[in-house]
């Protein structure tokens, strides 16, 4: 309930502060026939719709400011094809897509569901951080070209990634700076991460990576560096890793 009640204010906030316009008192009161229509109000409530919602009014108006805030992310296009909140208020998006255009990383992520909770959604937008106990993966894939041209000559790496299913348990990454001002990237603090059959492709030279499962803590994303992440400890097959090289060894094919 208490949840709902978040919610509620939420939406109506927003409504109302994005809806109300700047009529004056004086417009309001004035004397009423009664045998007349009743006048138009001076709060006009617009009700933003989208296919990629059900048709009801809050997650047609979380679909809004989503498309919104989502425009902040600089060197980064993120759509989804369709959004809806659950009955445990969680939000849900299918075929959430992640465009990458940064000078050192180019390429698309792909997930096919994405579930996380909506009071964390709420902390973001004000906090102006990410800050998520937990986030679930379904079906990822990547195809990602990185490095750049080094004296004129091409110095890239391609990497292609697919993972049945990936959680993300006390993710941390800094979101806003002033205003709205672009979001910059930033490197990612992630607390566990738990993998489900997951696969790793690198070209130049080429390097392949699989695992059906693996549990890395205190894992750090950094920006544009999709291959230079670091983590404290790993357990795969059974044996716990605290050195990357170990790590990748034992997993690569």
Not at 20 to 35: F, H, P, R
Request: no cysteine.
């Amino acid at each position: 309930m208490k949840i709902f009640f978040k919610i509620t204010f939420f939406v109506l906030n927003f409504i109302f502060t994005q809806s109300v316009s700047a009529a004056q008192t004086d417009q309001i009161v004035k004397q009423v026939d009664l045998n007349a229509p009743a006048p138009e109000s001076p709060i006009q409530i617009r009700i933003p719709h989208s296919d990629r919602t059900r048709e009801n009014l809050l997650d047609s108006i979380l679909d809004f400011i989503l498309i919104h805030y989502f425009k902040h992310f600089k060197n980064t296009e993120i759509s989804y094809e369709f959004f809806e909140i659950d009955r445990n208020y969680d939000l849900n998006f299918t075929n959430f897509t992640v465009k990458v255009t940064h000078p050192d990383v180019t390429g698309t992520i792909v997930i096919s569901k994405v579930k996380v909770k909506f009071d964390e959604f709420l902390s973001f937008l004000k906090e102006k951080k990410i800050i998520v106990s937990r986030v679930l993966f379904h079906d990822v894939s990547a195809d990602m070209t990185m490095g750049q041209g080094s004296e004129g000559k091409e110095n890239t790496r391609s990497l292609k990634v697919s993972a049945k299913e990936l959680t993300l348990k006390n993710v941390l990454m800094t979101a806003f700076g002033k205003e709205n001002e672009k979001i910059n990237g930033q490197d990612v603090h992630i607390g566990n991460v738990l993998i489900d059959q997951a696969e790793l492709t690198l070209s130049d030279p080429k390097e392949k990576y699989v695992t059906t499962s693996a549990e890395l803590t205190d894992v750090v994303l950094p920006e544009a560096v999709l291959d230079k992440f670091t983590f404290s400890t790993v357990k795969v097959g059974g044996k716990t890793y605290s050195d990357r090289k170990e790590f990748l060894q034992a997993i690569k094919q």
